[in-house]
């Protein structure tokens, strides 16, 4: 079975600042990885992927995400983040093979100016 | 990237009516959508899977029913709650995958999003 944990309900950092927010996942085959983003009352846009090749992905609006095979890990992250970055983070995860995209519980990011 | 669009954004109703979501994927062709509910402050809780041409999956608890999904065509998938009451209230999102830029079978390909439905049941 596949799984995803955020283990940060919310997560505080001043405007400029590098970000990171945390994913941890699960699966038995291998790993196809996600984020996804989403503003107040609006579906979720999709940030980046990991699907193979190199570990550091880049995605949209200057994130990038780092896999980590030996941790398990997806970690989300920004060099300089800005106050419109503020919005509710969701890693997933889908095992090689299936259909269904499985999310995790969603971190709550806040830039504070 | 991909665009999915839904109709109505929001949609209050009377309890004991039936609503109707439309789900559209505008410049891609989906031959699997997915339909979500999210709860305030929550995670999206899979509700089905629908491929097109056949019978949408239900996920165990949800009431196959209550909530009708029928994905006539590529681009469209419809969500119908049915006798709609209070608890049926909720956030709806549904997402389509495009094949296109991964390949059918990979399991590579990216999910897009719906914009979401706002189901307010009086």
Redesign the interface.
């Known amino acids: 079975a596949q799984s995803v944990a955020q283990p940060e309900d919310q997560v505080n950092v001043a405007e400029g600042n590098p970000l990171t927010v945390k994913c941890t996942y699960s699966v038995s085959g291998n790993p196809y990885l996600f984020w996804y983003v989403q503003y107040p009352n609006r579906g979720l846009q999709f940030l980046l992927k990991y699907i193979t090749g190199d570990n550091l992905v880049k995605g949209s609006y200057g994130f990038e995400a780092e896999f980590n095979k030996s941790q398990t890990s997806f970690h989300l992250k920004k060099p300089s983040a800005l106050v419109s970055d503020s919005a509710l983070y969701f890693c997933a995860v889908r095992d090689e093979g299936a259909q269904k995209l499985v999310f995790g519980q969603g971190t709550r990011l806040t830039i504070n100016p | 990237?991909a665009v999915?669009s839904?109709h109505p954004s929001w949609v209050i109703c009377k309890s004991g009516t039936s609503v109707k979501i439309e789900c559209r994927s505008l410049d891609f062709q989906a031959t699997?959508m997915?339909w979500y509910r999210q709860f305030p402050k929550?995670?999206?809780m899979?509700m089905a899977?629908s491929n097109e041409g056949s019978k949408a999956t239900y996920e165990q608890g949800v009431e196959k029913d209550k909530f009708l999904i029928n994905h006539a065509s590529l681009t469209l998938s419809t969500l119908t709650v049915t006798s709609a009451h209070p608890e049926d209230s909720s956030?709806y999102?549904c997402?389509a995958r495009d094949f296109s830029d991964?390949g059918r079978e990979s399991?590579?390909d990216?999910?897009?999003?719906?914009?979401?439905t706002?189901l307010t049941v009086l």
């Open positions: 990237g999915v839904q699997t997915f929550q995670s999206l899979l899977t956030f999102i997402s991964s399991g590579t990216t999910q897009y999003f719906g914009p979401g706002r």
